[in-house]
Structures are given as C-alpha cells and as structure tokens.
C-alpha cells in the first residue's frame, strides 16, 4: 500500500510562492498516476496537477496552469508541487494522491478524487491578499 506524507505548506502573501513535498513510499509499477489535490471548506476536492508515473506527463487544470508545477525526485521518492503567483484563491488543504487504476490517465478521471486511491494527510495553504 502507498503511503504519502506531505509537508511545506504555510501562510504566504498574494503574489508569493511555496513548495510543498510528498514523501512516497510504497510506490510500484502498478502506480498510473501521482496528483495533487486541494480543498477548500465547504468545496469539493479538485486536482491541481497530475503526473503520469510511467512516462512524466503532467498536466494541470486551466485555474492553476501556467503558475503551479509539478515534479519528482525519485532518487528521494519525493512528489512536489511548485506554486507560483499565489492567489487568495489558492487557499485550501492540499493533499497527495496516488492512483493504482488506469483511468487517472484519462481526461475524464484525472481530475476526480474517485480515481485516486492512496492519499496523503494534507497540508495548508493560506494565502492571504
């Protein structure tokens, strides 16, 4: 079974940036699909980034594109998140996620919670204006 821990998260103003980590363990060849995904209260869990575990892809939501990066170090089994440009917005819970099913590869699937199947504990985001 996949275990994710996530750190990094904190209070940040608008227009700043923070790296969040996930530590991995437990991920194998059955593993399609890492994510990242946040919650803000009262919303639903929504996928901010998506990396393919075979191949590298990646691919983000039009809200967070062009300001948040996702990226691993396997060497450390790590998982990041690079967010730039923060916005109040970007307030939420983010988690980790780990998905052993093959439709977290789809576009229909990728950003739906339902697909992953391993998640993490969580970590804050404020962003503050």
């Known amino acids: 079974q996949v275990q994710l821990v996530e750190s990094g998260g904190g209070s940040v103003q608008a227009g700043g940036s923070l790296r969040l980590s996930c530590v991995a363990s437990?991920?194998?060849?059955?593993?399609?699909?890492m994510a990242w995904f946040r919650q803000a209260p009262g919303k639903e869990r929504e996928g901010v980034a998506m990396l393919h575990a075979h191949n590298g892809y990646t691919d983000y939501p039009d809200s967070v594109k062009g300001r948040f990066t996702i990226s691993r170090d396997n060497a450390k089994n790590t998982l990041y998140l690079q967010m730039n440009s923060l916005e109040p917005e970007d307030t939420a819970m983010y988690y980790c996620?780990?998905?052993?099913?093959?439709?977290?590869?789809?576009?229909?699937?990728?950003?739906?919670?339902?697909?992953?199947?391993?998640w993490g504990q969580g970590t804050q985001v404020t962003v503050s204006s």
């Open positions: 996620a780990a998905a052993a099913n093959y439709q977290c590869t789809t576009y229909a699937a990728r950003w739906r919670a339902w697909a992953y199947n391993d």
């Open positions: 437990g991920v194998t060849a059955s593993t399609y699909c």
